[in-house]
């Protein structure tokens, strides 16, 4: 009875803290697009098109590093229509924030990172498990270190998609809650690296939850596709009003 009434009172306690932390991490919802209006913005990238978007997923492409502090990459997957898509905020100083996407009161959610402290590797395949679990650890705790305990890397297959490497990764972790409750997370990652860095996709749930989400985390993560050349009008400059 007491595990059940932990359990209860977890499942209850890790909704309400990933619905507080969108709340406070996310800047503006994002209108959904349809698969013509990202595909276009796609090939006028230069990049190959989303081939299919499966049924009940829209898709998304989106810039992330716009501001003068960021690199720019374009960044795009589909996520299930009825989740909420939050992009970065901009302003005078620069960019904040990242895109993801979440069912943020059930405590689903995907979300872009860029995990710079190894730079860019060359041949992510050839990493060992301790780089990748090293990778999303920075990933999920992007809000400081005491945010979860117990990581552990379950899983990693290769995926090769258009001459580049993605590494699909499962993994699970206990959430800490403010209110001192520790929550089960399941997940999966797709890592790359583009750029001068490595880029992290990572979808998650409550463990409890996993069984129903689990097939469209792992869609979300397979359709992450992440490029960072030809990407240099893609910055916003804002004028100088001193001069």
């Known amino acids: 009875e007491g595990d059940s009434r932990r359990s209860f009172f977890s499942r209850v306690a890790g909704s309400a803290a990933m619905g507080a932390m969108a709340i406070l991490q996310a800047p503006m919802p994002a209108l959904a697009a349809n698969i013509k209006t990202v595909n276009a913005r796609l090939v006028q990238y230069g990049v190959p098109p989303i081939p299919e978007v499966p049924k009940g997923f829209s898709p998304l492409a989106e810039v992330w590093g716009k501001g003068k502090n960021r690199d720019p990459l374009l960044v795009s997957f589909v996520y299930p229509t009825d989740w909420i898509v939050t992009l970065p905020s901009q ?3 620069g960019e904040d924030g990242t895109i993801q996407a979440g069912e943020y009161g059930k405590g689903d959610t995907s979300t872009f990172f860029v995990y710079s402290d190894e730079g860019k590797i060359d041949n992510i395949a050839s990493q060992s498990k301790d780089f990748f679990q090293r ?3 920075k990933s999920i ?3 400081g270190n005491n945010v979860y305990q117990n990581f552990k890397t379950v899983n990693i297959v290769p995926q090769t998609v258009n001459g580049q490497e993605y590494m699909i990764v499962d993994f699970k972790y206990e959430l800490l809650t403010g209110a001192g409750f520790e929550v089960d ?3 999966v990652a797709s890592v790359t690296s583009v750029g001068g860095n490595v880029e992290v996709l990572w979808c ?3 463990r409890q939850r996993y069984k129903k989400t689990e097939e469209q985390l792992r869609t979300i993560a397979g359709s992450f596709r992440c490029y960072a050349d030809g ?3 893609s910055k916003i ?3 100088d009003r001193d001069n």
Do not use: C, M, P
């Open 91 to 93: 302003d005078i100083n």
């Open 135 to 137: 990778a999303i650890i």
């Open 141 to 143: 705790s992007q809000k």
């Open 185 to 187: 997370r399941r997940g």
């Open 204 to 206: 998650a749930s409550t």
């Open 231 to 233: 990407l240099g009008s």
């Open 237 to 239: 400059v804002y004028e």
